[in-house]
């Protein structure tokens, strides 16, 4: 006879509360797991998740609450009791030594296998490539895990905490925003090891800013907001648009609502390219409407990558670029397109966009200098002011800790003040690249409504992104790149999700859609180009200085 399932939950939360002083971090939340199952936790910055991870690991004290793991009480404030009743972490920062080799790596905190009072390399091998093997990777032990795939990276660190101790069976996996950090080539790699982990019967407490991997992982899903707990649903009973207002209320849709009533039409040009030629691009041409979103789409190496990079001058390229004044700027010069009304923020803000050992009240000056500078000395007072000022504007958390060190923010937070930056100097043409990778749905109501009330003001906005949802959402015109050139013009009505990406899919054959026919300017060399970092240029001042 076949013994019945055990379905004692992995994790039972009862009532769990917390603040810190007069701030609510979690107020009587409940949250139960059961063995096997995915359970997604989500909310945007400062909703109540960060803090739950830490109860559970021991690292908090709740001030009210229960939780058990696999029916045992959890003895809260004690990481080794987390640790001996079966309760594995593994956080954003995986705690991995990229210069060591993997099974180093495994051996962290667990030791090697040893024969005879010393290290057998043998064993411990074996037993490297046995924890490898449970969550489905085949990756030579002795490899450096700085060479590994980010996915690999992961799932290596989830083999860590999922190494077998037979006084502690493993019967809970947190994973904390794991894919945060991940392309999204890399993610089905990182579900395909979940789903191996859930089916040996552990339950997977899984915390994502990614809605889309819900429905592809979660059997169910809690949504906090505010510290609370305002729904605990199975998956197969939301859409994304429920989803998302279960998140933020009615937030998001408001800024695209609002977004659908900028022309469709800009005014007039404010920024034209012309037959842009350079790293993946091929005789690029096309004019930026004031008072209008475009977005830019393709995919990955049709151009639309480095469009936005070349035209500010943080790419070489040929071909022109010229401002509604008809200036042409010259090209690798970011500092004569930000001196005619030009902002730009690429993809990567970590290392081309922020300085994280500055504060953000200093990163947020860095655009420019000139309003806090007086007798050869910086005016404190002022600069502090301003940041606080767009701390408020752009509900970034914590609200008023402008000296903290960027580095110190979540992602999300990061970008906020990295559009506060470029904001302050109310940029008569904003380029974004992935504007909100990386950036839970809360953060990125925030900024669309920034970037619709920008536009609303007359400001050309220019959004690159990977994200065809988000272009249809907040865009009312979509340039297609296609081989280097904009191979379809989406305005109005015909910009849509499934339009775009079909777009994007077609081949370089396709007819061009009323796109203007290109220069025809020859594309040089293999240089792939050469990138700037954006270290905010602050003696070139804009159109806020003046």
Not at 55 to 63: A, C, N, T, W, Y
Not at 387 to 409: C, K, N
Not at 413 to 440: C, S
């Amino acid at each position: 006879m076949t013994a019945p399932a055990d379905t004692t939950p992995a994790l039972a939360v009862t009532g769990l509360s917390k603040r810190f002083g007069a701030s609510v971090a979690l107020q009587d939340v409940d949250l139960a797991i059961g063995p096997g199952e995915v359970h997604a936790v989500l909310g945007e910055n400062g909703s109540g998740k960060s803090t739950l991870i830490k109860i559970l690991s021991g690292f908090h004290r709740p001030d009210a609450g229960t939780v058990a793991v696999s029916g045992q009480p959890l003895p809260l404030g004690h990481p080794a009791s987390s640790y001996r009743l079966g309760a594995r972490f593994v956080h954003q920062d995986l705690g991995l030594v990229d210069s060591i080799p993997v099974l180093d790596n495994l051996a962290i905190g667990a030791g090697f296998a040893t024969r005879l009072g010393t290290i057998s390399a043998r064993r411990s091998s074996e037993r490297a490539r046995a924890d490898l093997a449970r969550v489905g990777l085949a990756v030579d032990p002795g490899a450096s895990v700085g060479s590994l795939s980010p996915a690999t990276r992961t799932g290596v660190a989830i083999a860590r905490a999922l190494r077998e101790d037979p006084g502690s069976p493993v019967r809970l996996l947190v994973l904390d925003e794991p894919t945060a950090t991940l392309p999204a080539t890399e993610v089905d790699r990182l579900m395909d090891i979940i789903r191996r982990v859930s089916a040996a019967g552990v339950g997977v407490l899984y915390v994502t800013h990614r809605l889309d991997e819900i429905f592809t992982i979660a059997g169910n899903v809690t949504v906090l907001r505010d510290g609370r707990e305002v729904a605990a649903v199975p998956t197969s009973s939301l859409d994304h648009r429920r989803l998302v207002d279960l998140l933020v209320g009615e937030e998001l849709t408001a800024a695209h609502h609002v977004a659908e009533t900028l022309p469709a039409e800009g005014e007039r040009p404010a920024l034209s390219l012309r037959g842009i030629t350079g790293a993946s691009l091929d005789g690029f041409s096309a004019d930026f409407g004031a008072g209008q979103i475009t977005g830019i789409a393709g995919i990955t190496g049709s151009g639309r990558e480095t469009v936005l990079g070349a035209a500010f001058g943080a790419i070489d390229r040929t071909g022109e670029v010229l401002t509604a004044g008809g200036v042409r700027l010259a090209p690798s010069r970011p500092d004569l397109a930000m001196r005619h009304g030009l902002a730009y923020l690429p993809a990567d803000r970590v290392r081309n966009a922020a300085i994280l050992s500055l504060s953000a009240r200093e990163n947020i000056s860095l655009s420019s200098l000139r309003p806090f500078r007086r007798f050869g000395t910086m005016r404190g007072r002022p600069e502090r002011r301003i940041a606080l000022t767009w701390f408020q504007r752009l509900s970034v958390r914590p609200p008023d800790l402008v000296d903290l060190p960027l580095e110190s923010f979540s992602g999300g937070n990061q970008q906020k003040i990295m559009f506060a930056k470029w904001l302050r100097r109310e940029p008569v043409v904003f380029l974004l690249d992935e504007p909100t990778q990386g950036v839970d749905v809360g953060a990125k109501a925030v900024l669309h409504r920034q970037l619709v009330q920008a536009a609303a003001g007359g400001a050309a906005i220019v959004i690159s992104s990977s994200d065809v949802d988000e272009l249809a959402a907040i865009c009312q015109r979509v340039i297609v790149c296609r081989d280097g050139r904009a191979a379809a013009d989406l305005r109005g009505g015909e910009v849509s999700a499934r339009a775009i990406s079909r777009e994007c899919l077609l081949g370089s054959a396709s007819p061009n859609h009323g796109v203007s026919s290109t220069t025809g300017v020859p594309r040089p060399g293999a240089s792939p180009g050469r990138v700037f970092p954006d270290q905010g240029f602050p003696d070139q001042e804009g159109p806020a200085d003046k």
